[in-house]
């Protein structure tokens, strides 16, 4: 399908003890052989061979290890060459150029995976699950990644748009050809209770894969409350790290302060903030307003207070920070900072917030587990539950899946049943699960998805 050989250096470039670069192409191996001192031409599939690279008066360049796999058992269906070259900066470009000029391109960032997807060794998810791969962070990240590589989300989606395709054929024999009686003839009954199931499956799997996605990234906690409550103490107890300064002067963090913790497999991007109250100092201002922006921004709130303040019903002193968090649809811990200050424990806590209450001291510690364990059970997340790889794409995809489904489902409820219409929503909801593993997509948008990825891969 591509007439070219394409090569490219597949390892990062920085200097280390080896790099890579990487050929395909039908004239992969023949271009090696212009630069390689052992015959590598007749070369069987998935070996390796030690050798010297060699410029064009026959002097060596350095020292190398090359692996041939033939194709088509390799990861573009193309025959693929690897050199294993040293890992300096200047040798790895030096090679690389020499392979330029026995005849390669240059690969375009995302280019062996492309013709992966093209030749039909993955789709499209698993061509994304790759990148996701190279990117992840955290440990959810790359099993979520490594999930898609081996093609959960095409399994996930298959059973579904089969069903969508049955149910169209069926359909369309319908109407086209009453007169066949051994087609059943689908009536409203039969097709309002399976497009509501659908329904369910879609919503099922996007709130699998919202959380997905909020996992690939890490769950952004935001630590927000009224000065001196203990913020920045709770952060740096979370962290056990003295990252943001503490001080019993209200009023000392200004600007956010950021870091991340890991707990299990999950991955918190924990962001504390100005104390928020009303001030007249400039700088305090700017603060306050970037603890708002942040707001709007979080996966999950840690709403702080002083538990003396809570225990003396001190509501004023709070109301500034709760007016800032009022609304929003996320979910909201309640900490209860410096239980280590009061003596009798406190009768009830349940009336102070809609969410949950956490007593804790950032001095002694007590409570941090308990938090700990509070915040990944907000994030929706549990060990044992699948969870998929998730992309912007693949949620808008879903989201217009869901949209089709119930304007079909509409076609449905009225006097008079409107099938065709009903099929044409079905085949639009069968067209966007398909271009989510890549079936159905136009040239613009495989563009754009492996125009992200890194050159090499
Ligand atoms: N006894 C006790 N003191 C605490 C606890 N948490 C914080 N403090 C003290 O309370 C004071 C304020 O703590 P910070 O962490 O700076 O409070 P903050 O909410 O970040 O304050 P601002 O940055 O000014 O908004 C410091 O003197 C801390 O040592 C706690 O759990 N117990
Ligand atoms: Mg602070």
Redesign the pocket.
Same mark, same amino acid.
């Given at each position: 399908m591509f007439e070219n050989t394409i090569a490219a250096i597949s390892t990062s470039l920085q200097d280390g003890a080896i790099s890579i670069i990487r050929l395909s192409g039908d004239q992969a191996i023949e271009i090696t052989q212009k630069i390689f001192d052992r015959n590598i031409m007749n070369a069987k599939s998935h070996t390796i061979h030690y050798g010297f690279i060699i410029d064009q008066d026959k002097n060596p360049v350095d020292e190398v290890l090359i692996s041939i796999f033939r194709a088509p058992k390799t990861y573009t269906r193309e025959d693929i060459v690897e050199i294993n070259c040293h890992g300096g900066t200047f040798i790895t470009r030096k090679i690389l150029s020499m392979v330029l000029s026995a005849g390669a391109d240059l690969a375009k960032p995302g280019e062996f995976t492309q013709r992966a997807f093209y030749h039909g060794r993955i789709d499209l998810s698993q061509a994304e699950a790759v990148q996701d791969m190279i990117e992840a962070s955290n440990n959810t990240a790359a099993t979520m990644a490594i999930h898609g590589i081996k093609g959960s989300v095409k399994k996930l989606l298959q059973p579904l748009i089969d069903d969508l395709m049955d149910i169209i054929a069926q359909i369309e024999v319908n109407i086209d050809y009453p007169e066949y009686e051994d087609v059943e003839q689908l009536t409203t009954n039969d097709l309002l209770p399976k497009t509501n199931d659908w329904l369910e499956k879609i919503d099922h799997i996007l709130s699998r894969v919202q959380t997905g996605q909020m996992l690939k990234k890490g769950i952004d906690t935001i630590i927000v409350? +009224?000065? *001196? !409550? #203990? +913020? @920045? @103490?709770?952060l740096n107890a979370l962290l056990e790290e003295d990252k943001? =300064? !503490? /001080?019993? =002067? %209200?009023? /000392? $963090?200004r600007d956010l302060v950021e870091g991340q913790i890991h707990i299990g497999s999950v991955q918190l991007n924990l962001i504390?903030t %100005? #104390?928020i109250r009303k001030s007249n100092d400039k700088i305090e201002q700017i603060g306050i307003e970037r603890t708002k922006q942040e707001i709007s921004k979080a996966d999950v709130i840690l709403e =702080?207070r002083d538990i003396r303040d809570q225990q003396n019903k001190n509501k004023d002193s709070m109301q500034t920070a709760l007016k800032m968090i009022k609304g929003k649809d996320v979910p909201i811990i309640t900490v209860l *900072? +410096? !239980?280590?200050?009061i003596s009798t424990p406190l009768p009830n806590t349940k009336d102070v917030s809609r969410g949950t209450i956490i007593e /804790?001291? %950032? !001095? $002694?510690g007590k409570g941090m587990q308990e938090l700990k364990s509070e915040l990944l059970k907000l994030a929706g997340f549990s060990e044992n539950q699948s969870i998929y790889m998730a992309r912007e794409r693949h949620i808008h995809n879903l989201l217009n899946v869901k949209e089709s489904l119930k304007r079909a489902a509409s076609y449905l409820n009225s006097t008079s049943p409107q099938l065709e219409l009903f099929a044409e929503e079905l085949r639009g909801a069968s067209d966007e699960l398909g271009e989510i593993t890549g079936k159905i997509s136009s040239d613009d948008l495989l563009g754009k998805i492996f125009s992200g990825f890194c050159i090499g891969k």
């Open positions: 409350g +009224k000065p *001196n !409550v #203990g +913020k @920045s @103490s709770l943001a =300064i !503490v /001080t019993d =002067i %209200a009023g /000392t $963090t504390d %100005a #104390g =702080i *900072n +410096k !239980v280590d200050l /804790t001291s %950032a !001095v $002694t």
